[in-house]
């Protein structure tokens, strides 16, 4: 075993409560690029349509786009081996939450249970005049812009836009798994977007541990990474749970 790796799995060993911070990285082997970098959506789409304000007062135009970029993208990916690692490491104890920043749902598709979702998902709708939820099915979503059937009031997916906040419980409870940590696996997120960087800070400043896995260098490397796995996410957690199998 690589000795990266064996140290990996001592910390995960020694850990009583240990967690797991994800960011847009894990879902690129299931393509779903990320929004920056050269294949981002934001080389392609304006950041634009999904601010609030230019939302609604373009809710026809932003919801065109937002249909193509969440709905038939997102509709197709599944679950990859990095998804499938951490549920594995739910399910046998080692990992007693998850927060991701992701709004694709692919940890739950891979049976991860305990997941908080800080910027919401893209798997519900919501209304902004009565807040009804509803799930965005195919007929839904031809319907552009969507409208609610109760009040009529314009549906926006349920995950957070420009300008909007933190869902309040989400914000909690992350900030609890935080500071309740002795080891946070910090999985492909670049640490950029805030106030979601700054989980896996509070959970260092409170005594956890970081492990980080990601195929370049981030922002947390320097600065509170205890032991960096540079790799795949799916390769570099696939080798951790054998790791601990072995
Ligand atoms: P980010 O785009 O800022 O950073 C992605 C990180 O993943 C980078 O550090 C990159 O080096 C790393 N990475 C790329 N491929 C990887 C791989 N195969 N294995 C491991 N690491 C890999 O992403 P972020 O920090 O999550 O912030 C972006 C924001 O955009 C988040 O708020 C997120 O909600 C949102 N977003 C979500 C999705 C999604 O739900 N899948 C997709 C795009 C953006
Ligand atoms: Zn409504």
Same mark, same amino acid.
């Given at each position: ?144 812009? !969507?409208?609610?059937? +109760?009040?009529?009031? %314009? #549906? ?9 906040? $933190?869902?309040? *419980? ?22 950029? !977007?805030?106030?979601? +960087?700054?989980?896996? %800070? #509070? ?9 980080? $896995?990601?195929? *370049? ?30």
């Amino acid at each position: 075993m690589e000795e990266s790796i064996r140290k990996a799995v001592e910390l995960i060993r020694a850990s009583k409560h240990a967690t797991a911070f994800t960011g847009a990285g894990i879902s690129v082997e299931s393509g779903i690029p990320t929004f920056r970098g050269d294949n981002g959506f934001w080389s392609r789409y304006d950041p634009m349509t999904l601010d609030i304000d230019y939302f609604k007062a373009n809710p026809l135009k932003s919801w065109k786009v937002i249909k193509e970029i969440f709905y038939d993208y997102f509709e197709y990916s599944k679950p990859n081996e990095a998804h499938i690692a951490l549920a594995e490491l739910e399910d046998r104890g080692f990992i007693k939450q998850l927060i991701t920043q992701n709004i694709d749902n692919l940890h739950q598709a891979a049976g991860s249970k305990k997941v908080v979702e800080f910027h919401g998902s893209s798997h519900k709708l919501v209304c902004l005049d009565c807040h009804k939820r509803i799930k965005p099915s195919e007929t839904v979503l031809n319907n552009l812009p !969507v409208k609610c059937d +109760s009040c009529g009031g %314009l #549906l926006k997916p349920d995950f957070i836009f420009f300008g909007e906040d $933190i869902p309040r *419980q989400a914000f909690l409870d992350s900030m609890e798994a935080a500071r309740k940590s002795d080891l946070m696996l910090v999985v492909g997120t670049s640490g950029e !977007v805030v106030p979601a +960087s700054q989980i896996p %800070l #509070l959970a260092k400043q409170t005594g956890a541990k970081i492990i980080e $896995i990601n195929v *370049q260098h981030t922002q947390y490397t320097e600065e509170i990474t205890d032991l960096f796995l540079e790799g795949k996410a799916s390769e570099i957690l696939k080798k951790i749970v054998d790791g601990l199998n072995a």
